[in-house]
């Protein structure tokens, strides 16, 4: 049967809880996005100084945090609280642009976020248990961008009955040095299978953490996007 050359795109409105456009994940944007779709960057710092971010989105003591990056590549910290509120506002923005994919480019856990038709896709709700039943018995070690983030990833990842070890090294902070030595520690703790739990990393860190351990090594924003890739016709 013939593909029809008028091939409809699908709009996908991508979310950072940092600055857009995200360069460091441009990457995977062109290689599997691109093809099959428009896609609208928006993020929750933008336009913001570090000030007004300190102000508005900084964590208090206690509270569960995330971490990004700004336009310029700095690291900052946010009260994920906060930044969910944050979020929904573009949710309803990108659904206002007439996106038909709303996408967060975040794996951590929220539980108020909706949208009114969009199909809105949240990581920590589809690669954490893919993952988890995709390793079965075999132990998976996380890298994660910070180390106070570990008691929160043992109950997120241990809703799925996942047996996870950790290890910190910020993707925005972090050298090759500190990332490959995180993946070593995961190996030598007994991890089969290294997870790079943050949509910071890149495809050069997978190839340090895959080198320096010899485990398999998936990458959050990769999966993340080839699985969109099925919602368009390429």
Known sequence: ME?????QRVKIGLITIGQAPRTDVQP???RWLAPCADVLQVGVLDG?????????LGPQRGEFVLTTR???GEAVVLSAAKTEEAMQRLIDECERNGCQVIVLLCT????????ER????EPERVLTPAIAKLAGRTPLGLII????????MRRKWGAFDAAITTAAASPYTAT?????AAAQELRAAGAGIIVLDCMGYTLEHQYIAREASGCFVLLSSSLLFKLLTELCEL
């Open 118 to 121: 969009a199909l809105l896709i």
């Open 48 to 56: 913001m100084t570090l000030a007004q971010i300190e102000r508005e």
């Open 145 to 152: 961008p910070l180390a106070e983030q570990a008691e929160e």
């Open 28 to 30: 995977l944007i062109e």
């Open 3 to 7: 593909r029809s050359d008028s091939r």
């Open 70 to 72: 700004l336009a310029d």
């Open 176 to 180: 090759s040095g500190q990332i490959a």
């Open 108 to 115: 951590g856990a929220f539980r108020n976020l909706g949208t």
